[in-house]
């Protein structure tokens, strides 16, 4: 009795109600993303602190950059000295993704002014992103403005755990080789999550020589860009032509799928 008592106290809270104000309703629907933010920017905080941040720039950088992954990059690539010119070129290529996210929601802001616009990429992030499509896609009363205004929520709920975990960083002593570490295991999560078919794993295999290859030659983590470049392209080629010419490649089969159906043909369904 206690737990449905609970529940139906927690549905309540987070149910949207008649005639409340517009703020309000958006505040509900953007709480459970807020929550979740809580943690992984408090760990966030505390790590810019580590490598040399302030609560000042802590701020800064959560409201310029506004992306977890890419926060975590900047710490953990000035943690090991990379230079800037490294920081930016993996930074830039890490949020290249959000060129394919805003276009597709481009058809739900059409005629929407240009500083509209500019400000709504400014404050795009994924799981915002995720949020307002789904809104958009089943709620044909989600308005561009409410859009703008989840993104907004979501980026205070960020700065502000990013702040707390900078002033709980100052008070703790953190062991720097733990940022190593950190950086591989954020982006070995990454790779598994976008590990769709065994072409995936083929690049994912090719990258790995060409990072060691340029990395020995060019005595620079530049060569981390460029084993990444050329490793894409390749696998981008690769199945183009895979596509055009032997689509039933076993190199196009999911790599989780026991029915033996490839990546391509899931796409084509959809």
Not at 164 to 190: K, P
Request: with cysteine.
């Amino acid at each position: 009795m206690l737990l449905e008592f609970f529940t139906g106290k927690v549905l309540e809270a987070f149910l949207v109600k008649k005639n409340e104000p517009n703020w309000l309703m958006v505040l509900r629907t953007v709480m459970p993303l807020g929550l979740s933010y809580i943690p992984i920017g408090l760990a966030c905080g505390v790590l810019l602190h580590a490598a040399g941040f302030n609560h000042l720039l802590t701020a800064l950088i959560s409201v310029l950059v506004f992306s977890g992954g890419a926060q975590f990059l900047i710490a953990s690539m000035l943690t090991i000295n990379a230079p800037m010119t490294t920081i930016i070129l993996m930074m830039f290529f890490l949020e290249l993704r959000y060129a394919l996210l805003g276009s597709s929601l481009s058809r739900y802001l059409k005629g929407q002014r240009l500083p509209f616009i500019f400000f709504f990429a400014f404050s795009m992030n994924d799981e915002n992103y995720a949020v307002n499509y789904l809104k958009f896609a089943t709620d044909k009363q989600w308005k561009p403005s409410q859009a703008m205004l989840v993104e907004h929520y979501s980026l205070l709920f960020w700065t502000v755990s990013n702040i707390v975990g900078s002033l709980i960083g100052s008070a703790l002593t953190i062991n720097l080789s733990v940022v190593d570490f950190a950086l591989t295991a954020l982006f070995i999560y990454m790779a598994i999550m976008q590990t769709k078919s065994r072409l995936t794993i083929l690049v994912c295999a090719l990258s790995g020589v060409l990072t060691i290859f340029f990395l020995v030659l060019m005595k620079s983590t530049l060569g981390l860009v460029v084993a990444t470049l050329l490793a894409s392209l390749t696998g981008y080629f690769i199945e183009r032509q895979l596509i055009a010419h032997k689509p039933e490649s076993h190199l196009l089969y999911k790599v989780h799928d026991p029915t033996g159906h490839s990546a391509m043909e899931e796409d084509s369904d959809k």
